[in-house]
């Protein structure tokens, strides 16, 4: 039995079943919200609001009062990490996210030393938000893994397939493995410096893990994260790590062994006896279809149901399999929220 005031999501993450599981969702706090949308026309830019804590707390803040989930995720992006590094980041309405393709040159010129100043922000959102979230709620710190975030860094923009970055992992290896060990690096550094402001758990979002072929993944993904993993446990013991490599398919059997991580996200793709198998080894999270959240009624019913008879019986975190689309209607979370919240073991 759950005491009031314990956090549901630490104690799946440590390898216990609640029943019925803590929920939250990716991306709970974006543009589907009205009052997300309100708050985002104070800011300058979508930069200016993932700096201003105020606006940032403000945002994090909003789906925890409408909807009551087991966790807060702070709201920032993946790309923060690139532009403490002086790429020229910036995001444009109906484009997305834009920055200066680097070069191997440019990578050998890359200067880390201003990061902790220019993600000060960041860290006193972070310290805001778990003075003022309910005690019970758990707060997840995050970034994006080397991988994903090396392969905006390269092409300078989102690609659907991420031919740049492979390409130029095939023609310039040196300068790629430099790329990857300084956003490893880095990324960890960042990822403590929110433990320390007050994060219980992170999460590492290796968004586009699903490109790559079995080699590159061990070698590009994993690699990468469990650097990450080994440095967080020496340095900061106890403090949960999420993995996320959407897309991965039959490559995630061994993600949780070969990483470290604690708890495995799962995309919706990811197979019933999958999804099983790697539950076997600990909690996972996922992993509701986003389209689910558009259609609503039936499909969002059938979908969550199906879920918790997949995975309800081990340590799970019900979530997305990816992020919350601005076309969901915010009472369709409601409806899941009720419908996870009621229900009994079959």
């Known amino acids: 039995m759950t005491k ?16 019925p599981p803590p929920v939250w969702l990716m991306r709970q706090a974006g543009r589907y919200l009205p009052e997300y949308r309100a708050t985002r ?9 993932c700096y201003t804590p105020e606006l940032a707390v403000e945002v994090t803040m909003q789906p925890i009062r409408r909807f009551g989930f087991d966790a807060a995720i702070l709201f920032s992006d993946i790309l923060v990490i690139p532009d403490a590094l002086d790429r020229n980041v910036r995001f444009v309405e109906g484009t997305g996210p834009l920055m200066d393709p680097i070069t191997p040159e440019g990578i050998a010129g890359l200067n880390a030393s201003g990061m902790h100043a220019h993600l000060a922000p960041v860290y006193e959102t972070v310290r805001r938000l778990r003075a003022e979230l309910p005690e019970e709620t758990t707060l997840l710190g995050f970034c994006g893994a080397p991988w994903t975030v090396a392969t905006y860094m390269i092409a300078g923009h989102g ?6 970055a492979r390409l ?8 790629f493995a430099a790329l990857l060990d300084l956003l490893s690096e880095i990324s960890t550094d960042y990822l403590i ?10 999460q590492i979002f290796d968004s586009w893990a699903g490109v790559l072929s079995e080699r590159d993944f061990a070698k590009f993904s994993i690699g990468p994260v469990k650097r990450m993993v080994d440095r967080i446990r020496k340095e900061r013991p106890g403090v949960p790590v999420i993995g996320f490599a959407k897309g991965a398919g039959a490559l995630l059997e061994d993600y949780r062994s070969a990483t470290g991580v604690d708890c495995v996200g799962l995309d919706w793709t990811v197979p019933a006896k999958l999804g099983r198998q790697i539950q076997a080894g600990g909690a996972v999270q996922g992993n509701l279809d986003p389209l689910r959240m558009v259609a609503g009624g039936r499909a969002l019913d059938e979908g969550v149901d199906e879920v918790l008879e997949v995975l309800g019986d ?12 601005p076309q969901a209607d915010p009472e369709n979370v409601t409806r899941l ?10």
């Not at 026309?41 to 609001?49: C, E, H, N, S, T």
């Not at 690609?159 to 740049?164: F, I, L, S, V």
């Open 314 to 325: 081990g340590p799970l975190i019900f979530n997305l399999g990816h992020g919350i689309t």
């Open 159 to 164: 690609t659907p397939d991420q031919a740049p």
């Open 41 to 49: 026309a104070k800011a300058k830019g979508f930069l200016d609001l």
């Open 193 to 202: 410096a929110q433990i320390d402001a007050g994060a219980d758990a992170v």
């Open 4 to 19: 009031a005031g314990e956090r549901k999501v630490m104690k799946v993450l440590a390898g216990e079943t609640v029943f």
């Open 168 to 175: 130029f992992a095939m023609q310039h290896p040196e300068a």
């Open 337 to 346: 929220m009720q419908r996870v919240r009621n229900a009994t073991k079959r």
